[in-house]
């Protein structure tokens, strides 16, 4: 066990503590970039010196066989982006499935099969780290 600051009230805290025991702010614990060495708090995406991207956190991941298996048997009602946290995307593909007549599941077929493929960064990337309004594809 080893004792860090805590940003808000500068007391000495544990290092496996989530909260300050003093103040009751939140424990951000310091990480350092990979690529340069920069040190900066655990929860930023990109490095502040060189830019480098950091995956999220792991308890707002998405699971890519739950959103390919969604997209795969109920695709045409947009599930999967409902899912993903994507509600723009999942009305614009109910309404794309009312309008073609169901046709549009067949893309959305294709997008599970996809997402079942696609390596794991790759999902994230594409589906799960980005703020795109409507990742249709």
Known sequence: MALITCKECGQPIS???SVCPHCG???????YCPDCGTRMPENVKFCPKCGRA??????????????G????????LGIHYFYLGKTTGGIITIVLSLCTCGVWSLITLIQGILM??????AFNEKYVDNDRKFPLF
């Open 69 to 76: 298996l969604l997209a795969i048997f109920l695709g045409y």
């Open 15 to 17: 290092d496996s503590a």
């Open 54 to 67: 950091f995956p999220s956190s792991g308890r707002d991941r998405k699971d890519k066989l739950a959103a």
């Open 25 to 31: 702010a939140s424990v951000v614990k310091d990480v």
């Open 116 to 121: 079942l493929t696609m390596t794991e960064d």
